[in-house]
């Protein structure tokens, strides 16, 4: 989503933006609104009686079944969403499935694009990550394998949701970072020098993609959710659940679009590579 601003105008303004005529009586002030009268001042009957039948009819109804609430769930907009986490099969971006083969063979540590797919609903975005190097040994510094969670030959094929759990900036405002892509390495308990991981441009925020997303600087104090993956006996990669926090924004990550249905495709998308850590 974006705004657009006039001169000068921070975020702030995209509400003001919208009211362009002047108020007629000063902010703050509480204008009384006079009871509806005839000509001669009198109370207009005609007026008074329209609100006597409405209050009748309100009591009617709510006696009789409670059409009160029954108004106000009409007027209120269902909630969009899906019931149960879907398996969906993943598709890669040229149509055919994903497999576990041509993900080992197509993509790597080093791809410099993010390969985004949506699950489970249709605004909800997520990077598919092949871990494994290119060539080398997986050690942090170039790779990983056995990561948690993480599917295929070496365990390195992994999901994460690509919306920033600090403010909820979307890919590819987050992105993931191929090593060596910025100076700034990270430890964890496997790996002593990680060189890559997913940053946010935003406001900084990291996340150790060989450790469920966890986070390696704020200001985001939550993981990422990670897209539980599978793989059938032809070696096909479904999305089917997904672990840890709601997708940000979601107040539950069933809830707030449309399912993305039984398929997913990929999409590439060009990273915003910044390289600023907050300590
Ligand atoms: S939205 Fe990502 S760090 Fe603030």
Redesign the pocket.
């Given at each position: 989503m974006s705004f657009s601003h006039g001169p000068g105008c921070d975020l702030a303004c995209q509400f003001a933006q919208g009211q362009s005529l002047p108020l007629d009586f000063p902010v703050g002030q509480v204008r009384r609104v006079a009871p509806a009268r005839g000509d001669d001042g009198d109370v207009d009957e005609t007026k008074r009686n329209v609100l006597k039948l409405l209050a009748v009819a309100g009591l009617v109804g709510a006696g009789a079944g409670g059409l009160a609430g029954g108004v106000i769930q009409y007027v209120q907009p269902p909630t969009i969403g899906i019931s149960s986490y879907p398996r969906v099969q993943l598709i890669d971006i040229d149509g055919s499935p994903l497999t576990v083969a041509k993900v080992e063979s197509e993509y790597n540590a080093g791809t410099p694009n993010d390969l985004i797919f949506n699950y489970p609903l249709r605004n909800e975005p997520n990077f598919l990550l092949n871990l494994f190097p290119a060539s080398g040994t997986p050690d942090g510094t170039n790779g990983a394998e056995n990561v948690p969670g993480g599917v295929g030959t070496h365990k390195s094929i992994v999901a994460y949701s690509a919306i920033?759990?600090?403010?909820?900036?979307p890919a590819p405002?987050?992105s993931y970072y191929p090593p060596g892509t910025c100076p700034k390495t990270f430890s964890n308990n496997t790996y002593p020098t990680l060189s890559f991981y997913i940053h946010?441009?935003?406001?900084?925020?990291t996340y150790d993609v060989t450790n469920s997303a966890s986070n390696l600087t704020?200001?985001?104090v939550l993981p990422l959710p990670q897209v539980t993956l599978d793989v059938d006996a032809s070696g096909n990669i479904y999305a089917i659940g997904e672990q840890g926090p709601p997708v940000?924004g979601h107040l539950n990550t069933l809830q707030g679009d449309y399912g993305v249905g039984s398929t997913s495709q990929l999409v590439k998308e060009t990273p915003v590579i910044l390289c600023s850590f907050p300590t």
């Open positions: 920033c759990q600090h403010l909820g900036c405002a987050i946010c441009s935003c406001h900084g925020s704020g200001p985001a940000n």
